[in-house]
């Protein structure tokens, strides 16, 4: 039973323009929703997050929409840089006692010149 | 670059041998968690380890077990290896428990496990 999923495996933007990354969760406990940027041989490294409180969060080019009655979230990166090509994984995470992340299975992001 | 090392970067093991992966933490971080990703898939909550002590497992069998010694660095043992078990393993380091271990955890680079 996966909680979070992200339902498209790649996408090609063009530099320049808005890219947009979409994540759907099951659970409505989860406390905080995350995103995390993951280049070839590197772990995975914290990109921003949102409450579960909120229904917004930005942060530079990055911005993070949450919206709970759809049980939905994305991410809107503006404008596209080569730099941001790379695999997004959306997670969430209820906080209590071990505080583990649940991940999606990821987007690829591939920014066009 | 993150100060989380994660050793060795590349494995091949035989099924039914046993695999000892081993994550040195960030400076200053007292909490390491541990990722199973299987190819094409997101990481997977393993077990996590708040100052030496076992503070939360996913739904993995006991097969996988893990240490955190005194300088918080920590290990991940899996015995009785099967193919399915072939996958990145990531550690992941945190100054603390809470939101920390999201917004200021550090992921290691991962220790590619091949079983064959």
């Known amino acids: 039973d996966q909680q979070v999923k992200q339902n498209s495996p790649s996408l090609s933007v063009q530099e320049g323009r808005i890219s947009i990354l979409n994540c759907d969760y099951t659970?409505?406990?989860?406390?905080?929703f995350l995103w995390y940027k993951k280049y070839p041989a590197e772990g995975p490294t914290f990109l921003i997050s949102i409450s579960s409180i909120k229904d917004k969060n930005e942060d530079g080019r990055f911005t993070v929409f949450l919206n709970k009655s759809a049980k939905h979230l994305s991410l809107h990166i503006v404008p596209s840089q080569p730099g941001d090509s790379a695999v997004y994984f959306c997670?969430?995470?209820?906080?209590?006692?071990?505080?583990?992340?649940?991940f999606g299975k990821g987007t690829r992001l591939h920014i066009l010149p | 670059e993150t100060g989380v090392t994660q050793s060795p970067t590349h494995l091949i093991k035989t099924r039914g041998q046993q695999v000892t992966l081993r994550c040195s933490s960030q400076?200053?971080?007292?909490?390491v968690s541990w990722y199973q990703q299987a190819l094409g898939q997101g990481p997977q909550f393993i077990f996590q380890y708040y100052r030496e002590e076992e503070n939360g497992r996913g739904n993995f069998p006991p097969r996988f077990s893990g240490l955190q010694f005194p300088n918080y660095s920590s290990e991940l043992n899996v015995n009785a290896l099967e193919l399915d078990d072939s996958a990145l393993y990531l550690c992941?380091?945190?100054?603390?428990?809470?939101?920390?271990?999201?917004?200021?955890?550090?992921f290691g680079q991962g220790t590619r496990l091949t079983v064959v």
């Open positions: 992941a380091s945190s100054p603390g428990l809470g939101s920390k271990v999201y917004t200021e955890a550090f």
């Open positions: 659970n409505s406990m989860f406390d905080y």
């Open positions: 997670a969430a995470s209820v906080l209590d006692r071990d505080d583990k992340i649940i």
């Open positions: 400076s200053g971080h007292n909490t």
